[in-house]
Structures are given as C-alpha cells and as structure tokens.
C-alpha cells in the first residue's frame, strides 16, 4: 500500500508515454483505479442478477474517488478497515481484484477461501483489517488497530457511512481514540442516506459536530474530487502521524446504486440523482487531467479500453474457478504456532 | 380458505394490536416510511400514525433502551431489530435491565416489550447476516423467546407476545417470510407462549425442533417413513421457556428423541432439551441425541452454508446414520 509501490504500478498500468508530468502520472493512476471499481462494480451487479453473487450486494459507484484518494494517502504498513459497501476499499488497497472477486462468487479461491463473501472481507497482506458489515464495526476495529499502530508510527483508516456516527460505537470509540491520542483517521462518507433514511432526518447537528465535541480535529471535504479527497487525506495522515491523535473526514458523496439488492421504495428523486450524476468522481478526474495536465484523450480511453479487458478476463475466471468442498474438516481454533 | 403469508401474518397481527391497543407502538430502523428490509411493515405508519410507528436511526443500544424505559412506564412497545446479529449492540438493556427489573423491582412494574427480529441461515449473508442468537439470551432468567414456523401460529404467539408482560424476543426466519399456508379462521386469536404443538405423530422417534426446522424436520419424517421410521415431530414455538412437559410426554411413548436447531452445537437450546428429557425420562430413553451446526461461524459459499445447515437431507442422514435408532424391521 506505500505510495511509491503504487505509483509505479499504476502508472505502469495506465500506459504512460512520458509526456505528461509526474502528478498526472499519479491521478492517471488513481483514475484507472476509479474506473477499475465502477467497471467491477458493474460487474458484480451483473453477477448477482444472474445469481452468481449471493445474498445481498453493497456497491459505491459514485464514491470511487473517496477510497482512492485516501488509499494514496497512506503507507505500505498502514491499515484500513471498511465496511460491507467496501468493493473500492479493498481494490484501493491493492486487493486482487481476481481474489476479490472470486470470494464474492463464493469460489474456493476466493480472498477468504468462500468463507466471508462481500461483507466480510479481509486482505490484511493488503492492509485491510476487514470489511465489517455492522454499521460502526469499522470504525471499532480501526481504533483497535490505531494501539497496535502507534508503536510502529503507522495509522489507521476507518471508513464509515454518515449513519455510523448514531451508534453507541461511533462515541464510545471517537472518544477512548482522543483520550489515549491514538493514530486513527475517521473517515465519514457521507452519502446523504443511511438505506432509504435521509441523514439529516436522523443526525441533528450534522456530522462533524460530533467529533469536534469530543475535540477532535475535523475537515469536510467534496469527496467527488479525488484531488481534493487526496489533499485533505494527506494532510489528516501527516497530522495523524505526527501524533496528534485522532482525525475526522467527512466526505460528501453519493451512491449511484440501490442501498444493497433492491430498495423497496422510492426515496430519491430523480432530480437529485441526475444532479449527482452531473458531479461524477470518474468524469471530474478525467476533464481535470486532460484540462489541467495536457492528457489527450487517447490516453484517457486507453485506460478504459485496458481496464474493460481487465474485468472481461477476471470475469471468465472467476467463473471458472471451484467452489471449495464441505469435506474439509475445519478446526474451531487457531492453532499455537498461527 | 385463504392463503396467509408468514410476514402478512406478522403484520396483520401488528396491525390488530396497534388498533386494540393505544399503548402499543411499533419502531425501528426503515420499519415505518420503507416498511422494512424484508418487507414486513408496509403501510402500518399510515394506518396508525407517525407517533405510533416510526423510524429510527441506526442505533439498537438506544431502541432497546427505549422500549425498557417506554415500558416500565406504561408503554407496550414492539421494536425490530433488523438481523438478529445486531442484538450484540442491544444486549446491555434487555440483559441488564429489562430481564431483570420486574424481579428486582420486586414486582412494582412489568416490562412489556417485544423485539422482533429475522433470524437464520441459508440466505448466502454471510457470518453476521444469519445467526439465531436464541443461545446468547438462553441463560438469561425473565426473558422469552417466541420462534413460530407458520404464518398463523406466527400471527398468534405475535399478538401473545405483545400482551404479554415479559420483555419477548420474536425470531423470524427469513426463509419463513415468504412462506404461505392455509387458514380458514378457525385458528385461535392468541397461541400461548411456552407451549409446543405436536405437528405430525409417530412411534418411533420423537423430533423436537422450531421455526425453518418443522418444515426440514416434517420432510425428513416423510422420507424417513418409507424406510419405515414413524417419527413424531413436535414445533417448540417458544425456545424460552422450553415446553419439557410435550416433548417428555412424547418421548414417553416414543423413547427416543432427536433435537434439531440451527445453531452451534455447544450452549445451544437443542442441548438444553436433551438435558431437560435425560433428567426427566433417563429410565425410558433409547436414544437423545441433537443435531446443530458445528461450532464455526456460517460460512458464505453455497456449498459450504449448504453443508453447515441442519436441512432435510442431515436430518435423514442423522437418523439413518444413528446407530439403534431403526426400530426392528425398518430399512
Ligand atoms: C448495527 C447494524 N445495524 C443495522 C444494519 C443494517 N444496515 C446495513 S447498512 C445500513 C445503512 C448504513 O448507512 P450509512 O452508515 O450511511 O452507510 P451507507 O450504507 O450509506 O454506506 C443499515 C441500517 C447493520 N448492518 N448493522
Ligand atoms: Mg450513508
């Protein structure tokens, strides 16, 4: 996860011709990062409608821009936790986006064996302590991970949903992180909806009232502009880092898609939906780079061209891959030497 | 006769006691405006007022807690916890408080409310989308725990549950929710808490188990009688308290008993049942045995829940499997 191993294996994957200077190289990068969680995204939804991905299917198309730009933000021993709409947390970190998948289609070379499926992952060689599917179990794990973390100078990220902040998690941990100056960055992304419940029906005060009343620094940043997302994550990290305890990020998103597989009513216009797809993270990174940083707009589809044969390959192997037998006989505990 | 659906049962026995009731309320989170992830409450915010049924945030500590302080105050508030996995973010205030208050107030005021909740496996959710948590609260004096397999059983221990004056836990399966059975309005109002139901009769093996279980268990007894094996099955409906009394009396006549949950193993109330009958019915005992899923977390794969759940199939194979359970003759 450290950016310098990132960087050069993105921009290897983006195609780069030299032309074009060394930050566009690295949001190049990021953009086909991006592209890569939409286009897996897409895929997974085609998935569970042919009932190949079970149970219930969290997607964040529409808040790519939010894990990249935090992802580039931190070093290789980091760590993050997410939460079960965690798809772009995970391929942020560096996940194979082929184990990745491969787990949701519930085959035994899946990331955890078949075992843990879209809510519960985990890829900790990637710095993933896990996707949690219990609203605030995110933020938990990353305030636990941030004592461990401490020792070693590294951090922690938890990403979280704006309905997170209700729960009795959210406070307890926010807190006992600020007392013991633990290194955790909180993530909110606040994507206007706890499922069909708009956030302000249910967060009076608005978010980062919060934590500023717990004393923690807070910033709020527009989190369809993985730029911006980027700078306000590295500065939260420095500070982090420097030891200054915990810090809160509120992110303003939106999600594309349905809360999980289907949503039983009507709770969005289509205005707002529209007026959101007018801001979107993918097509903002794109016109920046080819008005800002000289990109043509060759270079721009031949990453989509080279993600779209990404995913038609990961596609036509997960597919391919065994499901992993019940015979096994799996041991209840690990084992001493584990 | 009419078709009901298990979770149209639920919601008309919600409905009923809504408009019996003025102090019943009914909240949750996305339960009002969305009527629920699974679809049960539709509509019930427009027929009795948004004072009544309402939304809230996502924050069970709090919805327990309201509905322990509501309800020790004259209210009887129903609230849904939407996966029963989320009860570990509700425990302290139904562990620590609701269960216990009416003992330790001496009896100064009851603690009516219910929490219904969807319980249960093969959905492909995964390790926290799917427990039945009825063993965390097993070993906690005052409370009960209601588990129907029908619709119109459903609807009565609902209606049961809320006028009761225990704090109620109410399982739903999910697998159930969809279910649809006949009823022709013969069936009583109130199905009593604490009483079993015997659904199918036999000599042979008695079957004790509740909710997806009755149906597995009822087709396994199918199969298991072409090979000879008269099984009686018996519907708990109600995990706590336990109806040893039904389960004994069956065992009287049958001497061996095979209990069937979906859960672990260990701690669960399959074990309870059998240590209830071992007290009770040693001397006419066979055989007691139980069959639950191992002591790990679900797993998400197909064929891995597939295996991990106690369904038809394991129920025949742990029948068949049993060694002395064949009566004489049987193939
Ligand atoms: C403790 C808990 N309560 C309820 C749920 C069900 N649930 C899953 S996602 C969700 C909404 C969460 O909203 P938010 O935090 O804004 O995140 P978003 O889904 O918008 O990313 C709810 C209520 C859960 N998973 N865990
Ligand atoms: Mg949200």
Redesign the pocket.
Same mark, same amino acid.
């Given at each position: 996860m450290s950016p310098a191993k990132r960087s050069t294996k993105d921009a290897a994957a983006a195609g780069g011709n030299g032309q074009v200077g060394e930050e566009a190289e690295a949001y190049l990068a990021r953009l086909r990062t991006m592209i890569l969680i939409r286009k897996f995204e897409d895929l997974v939804q085609s998935l569970f409608l042919r009932g190949e991905v079970y149970g219930s299917t969290?997607l964040c198309s529409g808040q790519e821009a939010v894990s990249v730009g935090v992802a580039a933000a931190l070093g290789a021993d980091d760590r993050i936790a997410a939460? *079960?709409?965690g798809h772009g947390h995970a391929l942020a970190c560096g996940m194979s986006p082929q184990k990745f998948l491969d787990e949701l289609i519930g085959r035994e070379t899946g990331i955890c064996g078949g075992r843990a499926g879209s809510m519960n992952v985990v890829d900790l060689e990637h710095g993933l302590i896990g996707c949690f599917?219990?609203?605030?179990g995110s933020l938990a794990a990353a305030t636990g991970a941030a004592l461990a973390l401490r020792r070693t100078g590294n951090v922690a990220v938890g990403f979280?949903?704006?309905?997170?902040v209700n729960?009795a998690y959210f406070y307890e941990c926010a807190n006992f992180a600020r007392v013991l100056g633990l290194p955790v960055l909180y993530v909110c %992304?606040n994507?206007g *909806?706890? %499922?069909y419940t708009p956030t302000e029906a249910v967060t009076p005060g608005g978010i980062v009232g919060r934590p500023a009343a717990l004393d923690i620094p807070v910033s709020q940043v527009d989190g369809q502009d993985v730029w911006a997302v980027h700078a306000a994550a590295l500065e939260a990290v420095a500070e982090v880092r420097a030891g200054g305890g915990p810090f809160f990020l509120e992110a303003r998103t939106y999600?594309y898609t349905d809360?999980g597989r289907g949503d039983p009513i009507k709770y969005r216009s289509d205005e707002e939906m529209e007026e959101w797809r007018q801001r979107d993270p993918i097509d903002i990174a794109r016109t920046r780079l080819a008005a800002e940083h000289g990109v043509e707009a060759a270079r721009l589809d031949a990453l989509v061209a080279d993600v779209d044969a990404e995913i038609a390959e990961l596609r036509s192997r997960a597919l391919a891959a065994p499901f992993p037998s019940p015979d096994v006989t799996v041991p209840e505990f690990a084992p001493a030497e584990a | 006769m009419a078709e009901l659906e298990f979770r149209k049962a639920i919601w008309q026995a919600l409905d009923e006691e809504l408009a019996r009731d003025e102090n019943v309320i009914f909240f949750g $989170?996305d339960v009002a405006k969305a009527g629920g992830v699974f679809q049960v409450t539709p509509g019930l915010r427009d027929r009795h007022g948004e004072d009544r049924v309402f939304d809230t945030p996502?924050s $069970?500590l709090a919805l327990s807690t309201a509905a322990f302080g509501s309800a020790v105050c004259g209210l009887r508030p129903v609230f849904e916890i939407?996966?029963a996995d989320?009860f570990a973010?509700a425990m302290d205030s139904l562990v620590n408080q609701a269960a216990k208050y009416w003992y330790l107030s001496n009896g100064q005021a009851p603690v009516p409310l219910v929490v219904r909740s969807a319980v249960g496996g093969g959905g492909r959710f995964g390790a926290i989308h799917s427990q039945v948590p009825a063993p965390w609260f097993q070993a906690i004096p005052g409370l009960k725990i209601v588990a129907p397999a029908t619709p119109a059983h459903a609807k009565g221990l609902l209606k049961a549950s809320i006028r009761d004056n225990n704090p109620v836990l109410f399982f739903e399966h999910k697998r159930l929710y969809s279910l649809s059975a006949e009823v022709d309005g013969s069936e009583p109002e109130l199905v009593p808490l604490g009483s079993a139901e015997t659904v199918r009769e036999g000599s042979d093996l008695t079957i004790a188990t509740a909710m997806k279980g009755v149906h597995d268990s009822l087709a396994a007894a199918a199969e298991l009688a072409t090979l000879g094996i008269d099984c009686e099955v018996i519907d708990l409906r109600t995990l706590r308290p336990l109806d040893i009394d039904a389960v004994a009396a069956s065992v009287e006549k049958t001497g061996r008993l095979l209990v069937v949950e979906e859960g672990p193993r260990t701690g669960g109330w399959a074990g309870e049942v059998v240590a209830s009958i071992s007290e009770r019915c040693l001397g006419r005992l066979d055989d007691c045995w139980r069959l639950a899923t191992d002591d790990l977390p679900l797993p998400y794969s197909p064929p891995l829940e597939d295996a991990f759940l106690p369904g038809t199939e394991a129920i025949v194979r742990a029948v068949r499997e049993r060694g002395g359970v064949m009566p004489e003759g049987a193939a």
């Open positions: 969290h939460t *079960y709409r599917g219990i609203v605030g979280f949903g704006d309905g997170a729960q %992304e994507n *909806y706890g %499922e999600r809360h | $989170e996502i $069970e939407m996966f989320f973010l």
